[in-house]
């Protein structure tokens, strides 16, 4: 085994530093690791409702603001929330330094609004890394070869504490939020939902990707590649055991569905009468990635007669850019009719377990039949079915399918 | 004459942008410049209150914020502004980048809260300034050389445009403010009150260090060094003709009483029976500067018997730590006794034309006592007569010798 750094690495997302009174707290517990004798090397998001502050400004000014002046704009929500942060630790006593991501040598790919994380000095993280103290890194930015600020996208700052943990090769990283967990549901829907004690990377994935918001997936992404354990884990309840992201998931086997996922909000565009001709696909969704759309379950039928129907989802404040970008290749690709649905949504039902397993399929079927679920769309992966439904069947079905797939509080 | 560039560079205060309706404002004012064919540098001031907002959090936390972390946290509000003010450039068609002050090359001093500028890498300027386009540089902050944010001090936009000018090599540098340029006294106060068409750098940094708050001292300084026409004009009322800062007040040279300015409020500290030996000044101030006290008017009496009287001013606010430095010395320097008044105020009249004049010291203390106020304290420059005098007194103070030196509407 590689020798793995006793720095900790931790993330407090934005409702963890909603007011400076959360703030003290979160330095209350950051004092503790230093009071433990180790430094600690805490990335955090912008406080509370302070970059929805900032894109209700943008929005009084512009719809279509430049990526480069969106990016130094939302930036500053975290530069300000990890300079109060490091305040309210130097009152206890704790030695901190703030780093914006340029300071923290943070380097992105020139993508604004949705950079990646390329390079992370991290030799000028350590020099500056006081013994036994801390260094606070604003979180979801970094700086392209041009100096100028990028952001990687909402949630974001999970990927920079992950980020930070790999290259630093600390063996976890903690993501603290206002949770206790990862949940097999959401339990704002689902009451019964209960926390996960652990959960592979790539169960994770799936969930992160068909809805669960606790964790952003590039985050997950990052550490299954560098093989760092993500612990989630609760701000206000920091002594709960929380959930443990990590290669495989070591306990609860038996259970092969482990989480049941949803998004309340998809639209679907269906097209008609497609020449089901080679390359069409690429065709088709080369302009919709070049408008930003990105597209979610695709589903295309069997062909007839040399004609298709394709369909599949997009977020519904997508549709119009989506349907733009297929109509003008609409004559191209001999698209007869395109039809679309804004009020549908997703349920998922997610575990490693269930590769070549049937009976998952047909029992997730079977629940929503008998909930009177009318599925629209299915789509699967090896450890994922997605069913699309109706926007007004996504609670029901989620609640059925916990109890379902026993995934409920015992 | 040296060469003189033909960027504009103008800075526009944080009452300017206060809203996004004012930032629009703006963005057709520069725009304008624009569409004649230059290319311009604009300095912003952070949107109306968000640095006192942004201080609240701050005092919600701790008395004494690390300098570094309070300038980390500050910067933020011009970052804030210059991007929505590029958006809202862009909108109307101008080719505009933001650049923060690192971005922008601003070197200076390592001294948080009060850096001093050093350096402006223009070149790198240059570079990025787009024909007949703008840059939007985030005003009152830079870096130090450990790649640290650091803060000019409040109106320090004011610098960092005159600076930016200066370092152009532009022959003006124009400061966009609420009011339609430097009155003779504050119109707030005294209604009569008319803007100036011009004024001397002497006179104007006289006229900044004794309460005038339409221009930073420090943008004075350097416009004077290098030369740099300062033109304070309205924000809201363009076409008025504002006031210009240079060399020599070329207008109304006849009048010889420029302007009237005070502080509602300066705390006196009175040490008495102070032995009278060499040296017993600087043994003085050196621990009130270490304290971060600027002390104002000072005034010591003539030595009896080997003791005098020294009597000093400071701002209120810094009343307590002036007195505990005062007090660490006190049996060093042979302080009998040390007393306070924490409720007076300042006049001034101010004109380079006063010099050797005796007759306008007369004028003043006359008039003064005509309404009723007594004089506490009295200094004086080449240029400037201030009378330390009750805060109460201050506004009729002003009112009367605004009369009495005929610096009134006519």
């Given at each position: 085994?590689?020798?793995?750094?006793?720095?900790?690495?931790?993330?407090?997302?934005?409702?963890?530093?909603?007011?400076?009174?959360?703030?003290?707290?979160?330095?209350?517990?950051?004092?503790?690791?230093?009071?433990?004798?180790?430094?600690?090397?805490?990335?955090?998001?912008?406080?509370g409702?302070?970059?929805?502050?900032?894109?209700?400004?943008?929005?009084?000014?512009?719809?279509?603001?430049?990526?480069?002046?969106?990016?130094?704009?939302?930036?500053?929500?975290?530069?300000?929330?990890?300079a109060?942060?490091?305040?309210?630790?130097?009152?206890?006593g704790?030695?901190?330094?703030?780093?914006?991501?340029?300071?923290?040598g943070?380097?992105?790919?020139?993508?604004?609004?949705?950079?990646?994380?390329?390079?992370?000095?991290?030799?000028?993280?350590?020099?500056r890394?006081?013994?036994?103290?801390?260094?606070?890194?604003?979180?979801?930015?970094?700086?392209?070869?041009?100096?100028?600020?990028?952001?990687?996208?909402?949630?974001?700052?999970?990927?920079?504490?992950?980020?930070?943990?790999?290259?630093?090769?600390?063996?976890?990283?903690?993501?603290?939020?206002?949770?206790?967990?990862?949940?097999?549901?959401?339990?704002?829907?689902?009451?019964?939902?209960?926390p996960?004690?652990?959960?592979?990377?790539?169960?994770?994935?799936?969930?992160?990707?068909?809805?669960?918001?606790?964790?952003?997936?590039?985050?997950?992404?990052?550490?299954?590649?560098?093989?760092?354990?993500?612990?989630?884990?609760?701000?206000?309840?920091?002594?709960?055991?929380?959930?443990?992201?990590?290669?495989?998931?070591?306990?609860?086997?038996?259970?092969?569905?482990?989480?049941?996922?949803?998004?309340?909000?998809?639209?679907?565009?269906?097209?008609?009468?497609?020449?089901?001709?080679?390359?069409?696909?690429?065709?088709?969704?080369?302009?919709?990635?070049?408008?930003?759309?990105?597209?979610?379950?695709?589903?295309?039928?069997?062909?007839?007669e040399?004609?298709?129907?394709?369909?599949?989802?997009?977020?519904?404040?997508?549709?119009e850019?989506?349907?733009?970008?297929?109509?003008?290749?609409?004559?191209?690709?001999?698209?007869?009719?395109v039809?679309?649905?804004?009020?549908?949504?997703?349920?998922?039902?997610?575990?490693?377990?269930?590769?070549?397993?049937?009976?998952?399929?047909?029992?997730?079927?079977?629940?929503?039949?008998?909930?009177?679920?009318?599925?629209?769309?299915?789509?699967?992966?090896?450890?994922?079915?997605?069913?699309?439904?109706?926007?007004?069947?996504?609670?029901?079905?989620?609640?059925?399918?916990?109890?379902?797939?026993?995934?409920?509080?015992?």
């Amino acid at each position: 085994m590689s020798q793995r750094s006793q720095v900790r690495v931790r993330k407090y997302g934005g409702s963890s530093l909603a007011t400076t009174g959360h703030i003290e707290r979160v330095a209350e517990q950051i004092s503790q690791v230093c009071a433990d004798g180790l430094s600690a090397v805490v990335v955090v998001s912008a406080m509370g409702a302070t970059t929805d502050q900032l894109v209700a400004m943008v929005s009084e000014i512009t719809d279509h603001p430049s990526g480069r002046e969106y990016d130094a704009l939302l930036s500053t929500g975290e530069i300000v929330s990890s300079a109060l942060l490091s305040m309210a630790l130097h009152k206890r006593g704790v030695e901190a330094l703030s780093l914006s991501g340029a300071q923290a040598g943070i380097k992105t790919t020139a993508m604004f609004r949705d950079a990646r994380i390329e390079n992370i000095d991290i030799r000028k993280l350590l020099e500056r890394l006081p013994d036994r103290g801390c260094l606070i890194i604003a979180g979801f930015q970094g700086v392209n070869e041009n100096q100028d600020t990028t952001t990687l996208g909402r949630g974001g700052s999970d990927t920079t504490a992950v980020a930070l943990a790999a290259a630093l090769n600390a063996d976890t990283c903690e993501i603290f939020t206002d949770v206790a967990g990862v949940y097999t549901s959401d339990p704002r829907i689902c009451p019964l939902a209960r926390p996960l004690l652990d959960i592979s990377y790539d169960e994770m994935l799936e969930m992160a990707t068909t809805g669960a918001g606790v964790l952003h997936p590039r985050a997950v992404e990052v550490g299954q590649d560098y093989d760092v354990t993500i612990h989630v884990r609760s701000t206000i309840d920091p002594e709960s055991a929380g959930t443990l992201i990590r290669k495989e998931a070591l306990m609860e086997k038996e259970r092969k569905a482990r989480a049941v996922t949803h998004q309340l909000k998809v639209a679907k565009i269906t097209l008609r009468g497609l020449e089901d001709q080679p390359g069409i696909a690429a065709k088709l969704f080369e302009p919709l990635s070049d408008a930003g759309v990105s597209v979610d379950t695709i589903v295309q039928n069997a062909s007839v007669e040399g004609k298709t129907d394709l369909t599949f989802t997009v977020t519904p404040n997508l549709l119009e850019e989506a349907v733009e970008a297929v109509k003008v290749a609409q004559t191209t690709l001999g698209i007869a009719e395109v039809i679309t649905n804004p009020d549908l949504g997703t349920v998922s039902v997610v575990g490693s377990g269930m590769t070549n397993s049937p009976g998952y399929a047909a029992r997730m079927f079977r629940t929503l039949t008998d909930s009177d679920v009318n599925i629209d769309m299915i789509s699967t992966s090896d450890i994922r079915i997605t069913c699309v439904v109706r926007s007004e069947d996504v609670e029901k079905s989620v609640v059925a399918l916990n109890a379902a797939f026993d995934l409920g509080i015992d």
